[in-house]
């Protein structure tokens, strides 16, 4: 069983479950295919799993390392965002979704999406390789943000927040009226505001 599995504070687990979406941080893994760092360019992001009936060996050496999603709600969380290649609308969406959200940063639709990485890697990984977190009030956080409460990772959909397993979401809760740790990226929260919808999943399918 392969170390290839993300979860929302963005760590890079071992499961035996399956995911929806693959993701790339380049080339993380070693000649034994174990991880050797958490990531090798700020360019993290989310691709489809089956593209241009392109074929790959799982960890092959000298490669990219494929990491995998539960929902794209989760990948976001963990500090990824939508492929330019193999995923250009949601991309596109993606992008203006930020720039609406963020105008504090002075970017515009022709600035290149490296300097939104930038932004983005700032928000998700400390020096320290821990995971960036902030608090804001539960109630005032839009749909497909994770949270952090009672030491696990929650998902804030439907009105109530789900909790995270690497099979699903197994536990729901009311929105409590309190500030709680946000998981998600601010920056990428404020997309989420802006209209940028992510694909979430829970027990009885997509949300």
């Known amino acids: 069983m392969l170390q290839n599995r993300v979860n929302p504070q963005g760590d890079i687990i071992q499961t035996k479950a399956r995911g929806a979406w693959l993701g ?19 360019a993290w992001i989310i691709c489809v799993l089956q593209f241009k009936n392109r074929h790959r060996q799982i960890m092959a050496p ?28 949601a991309a596109n969406q993606f992008k203006a979704a930020w720039l609406k959200g963020n105008p504090a940063y002075g970017f515009n639709i022709k600035t290149a999406i490296g300097k939104i990485d930038d ?22 956080l839009p749909e497909g943000t994770f949270i952090y409460i009672n030491s696990a990772p929650y998902l804030l959909a439907g009105n109530q927040l789900h909790r995270w397993t690497s099979f699903g979401y ?11 740790t ?26």
């Open 24 to 42: 790339n941080r380049g080339q993380l893994h070693g000649a034994t295919k174990t991880i050797l760092r958490p990531f090798k360019h700020k």
């Open 62 to 89: 000298n490669l990219w390392t494929e990491l995998f999603f539960l929902d794209e709600a989760t990948a976001f969380a963990a500090g990824h965002r939508p492929c330019f290649e193999c995923r250009r609308d």
């Open 119 to 140: 932004i983005i890697h700032t928000e998700r990984i400390g020096a320290d390789h821990q995971k960036v977190t902030f608090t804001a009030a539960a109630a005032s």
């Open 170 to 180: 197994d536990e729901s809760l009311p929105i409590p009226r309190s500030e709680v």
């Open 182 to 207: 946000v998981l998600t990226p601010y920056s990428i929260v404020q997309a989420f505001r802006a209209g940028y919808r992510p694909q979430m999943t829970i027990e009885n399918g997509a949300l």
